[in-house]
């Protein structure tokens, strides 16, 4: 994925919007992501299945660097209190403050302090993201049947409805993030509005060029489910 961390001389030259055509009769040598696709000269063809092979690896890819900001001394895993923040990063200003004093107390579970996030579980979390819809209705429907949803119904929603494991440390920081009265059950609501309000800003950057192509092929990888992008 070296080719998406480079700047792209192409988009460079049309940063006032307008684009000219690809003349596929001359070289197309350092266009980029132009040439990934279709060749030097512009007549390769793309297929759908390295497309969405690179939709899944530029997904990844940025998964990766969203660890890495966290993972600053690049151990291979978080700390709770960073994965926490990275939780909490899109809620909503009237909200955030309790959510952070939240973070801050994690400082002083013992049960919590000392944990440690890994990419995978980190990456399995992104992939719940993505089939939010599903999931937020079998975590409605377990609590409505329970009365209360507890740590083993969230994981078991995941599991059975999105085929997607949690490990128990994750639901744990999860857990004391948005268990609003601390009775040790989940705010469902609460949960919901954060990740989703995160999902809402994966909007579309307004960039000309190559950047912001990538722009929204980002938000269509962690927007869609996989279904959505093999259609």
Partial sequence: MALMRSQNRQGAQHRDGKRVGLKVKESVEEAGLVEYFFGKDGQEKLE???????????HEEILH???SHYDAKS?????????ALSLVASA???????LLDRVDEIDSEPLL???RISFQEFKDFAKLRKVLQSFSLAIFSYGKVNGL????????AASQVCGISITNNVVDIIFHLFDANGDGNLSSKEFVRVVQRRKSNEACA????VKGLISCWSK????????????
């Fill in 75 to 83: 151990v291979g895993t978080i700390s709770a209190k960073d994965f």
């Fill in 92 to 98: 909503d200003m009237s909200h955030i403050n309790k």
């Fill in 65 to 67: 660097l969203e660890f």
């Fill in 113 to 115: 302090r000392d944990l």
């Fill in 149 to 156: 949803l507890t740590k083993r119904d969230f994981q078991r």
């Fill in 206 to 209: 307004r960039e000309s060029g």
């Fill in 48 to 58: 759908h299945g390295r497309f969405v092979q690179f939709l899944k690896d530029l």
């Fill in 220 to 231: 269509c990888t962690t927007g869609c489910t996989s279904s959505k992008l093999l259609l």
